[in-house]
Each structure stands twice: as C-alpha cells, then as structure tokens.
C-alpha cells in the first residue's frame, strides 16, 4: 500500500503543478500583463493560496514555469515524429514552433515584453528564453548536419547557418504572434524552409549548397 501512495503521490504533485501553470498561462494571457494576482491564480487552480506557494514562491517562478510548459508542449508533439527527412524534420520543427504561438499569441507576446524589462523577472525569463534557444539551435544544428550527410544539401558550417535560420524563425514568431497567422503553420513553415532551402533561386529548384564565408 505504501508502495502504491508513493507511485500515485508525484503523479498527482505534477498534476497539481500543471493544473496552476494552466490557469496561470490563461490568466496572464487574457490580461496580457503580469498583474494577476497569485490569489486570483490559486481560486482558478481550485487550490489555496498556500499550496500555490508550494510550487510557485512568487508570480516569476510561476511565468518561468509557464514559457518551461510551453516549449515542453511543443517537444512533447516532436518526440514522437520520428522517419522524416531532414528537410521534413526541420519543417516539422517549425511548424511545432508556429503552432504553440499561434495557440496563444498574446502569451508569448507578453513574455517578449517581460524578457527586455530591466527586471528580476526579465532575468528569469531571459534566461529560459536563452535556454530554449539553445536546445532548438541544437535541434536545428543536428538537422543541417544530417542533411550535409544524406546529401540533401551541403552546409559548411552548421552553427553558423542554425543562427541565420534562427534569426528568419523567430522573425516569423514575431511577426505571427503580432499579427495572427495568415495561413496554416505547416503551410508557413513549408515556406520558410522552401526559402531557406532553396533560396532565391526558387523553390522549384534542386537543394542550394549553404556556403560559409
């Protein structure tokens, strides 16, 4: 008995924690501001004000805990797409990203303000954000090389070439979120790695080689 209460008791920790992140994620997005208040996020979560202070000392901890759901949301639906080309991989990658903003674009909006605030806060989420530009540059990097491998195209410097793809990708998020998307995410991210794949030359053409220098 004791075995089973210790298996069911993180299950329901982290149930608990993602019930907050959800209200919280919510709430900052209506407002589109940080001025929500943790009793207002605990009568949400159907919690006390005490238990929200269990897994979130202050409303920061809880924004980095909701930008960390956020992209753990988009890894989640990438963990299971396995057997694509590089090329298919890398849209598939975007895609992910388009759709996470566009299912709350406000939210994201909001945490781009907060990360270039001169605050304890900004800290917090610049340093998340940084992160997670890390391991999506680490991602893309892995593609290019795979891709230089398989013949797909012919990148001489991959970390060079994730950091200009980074630079168009974000660009696109920027802009998505501000203006709400124009089409599907899957048909944007096509365009932006038929672009990035074949250049100005046209995206009827064969893959272009990347060339550093």
């Not at 329901?12 to 919510?26: F, L, M, P, Q, Y």
């Not at 006390?48 to 949301?73: D, H, I, K, W």
């Not at 939210?107 to 270039?116: C, D």
């Not at 391991?135 to 891709?147: N, Q």
Request: negative net charge; charged residues 20%; aromatic residues 4%.
């Amino acid at each position: 008995m004791a075995g089973l209460a210790s298996a069911i008791a993180p299950d329901r920790t982290d149930r608990r924690r993602s019930e907050i992140i959800d209200v919280a994620r919510r709430l900052f997005g209506q407002r589109g501001s940080l001025e929500v208040s943790m009793d207002e996020i605990a009568a949400g979560a159907g919690v006390v004000r005490s238990t929200l202070y269990v897994y979130f000392p202050n409303r920061t901890e809880l924004l980095v805990g909701c930008v960390a759901s956020m992209y753990a949301q988009m890894t989640d639906a990438l963990a299971l797409d396995t057997g694509r080309s590089p090329s298919e991989a890398l849209e598939r990658l975007i895609t992910a990203l388009l759709t996470t903003i566009d299912e709350d674009p406000i939210f994201f909006r909001l945490v781009m303000a907060v990360q270039s605030a001169p605050s304890p806060a900004g800290a917090a989420v610049s340093a998340q954000i940084g992160g997670i530009g890390e391991e999506v540059a680490a991602r893309v990097i892995a593609l290019l090389e795979e891709g230089t491998t398989s013949e797909a195209w012919r990148v001489d410097d991959p970390t060079r070439t994730s950091i200009l793809i980074g630079q168009q990708i974000y660009g696109a998020l920027a802009v998505r979120s501000a203006t709400g998307p124009t089409g599907p995410a899957d048909a944007a991210a096509a365009e932006i790695v038929g672009l990035l794949t074949h250049g100005l030359i046209g995206c009827g053409a064969g893959p272009v080689a990347k060339r550093s220098g």
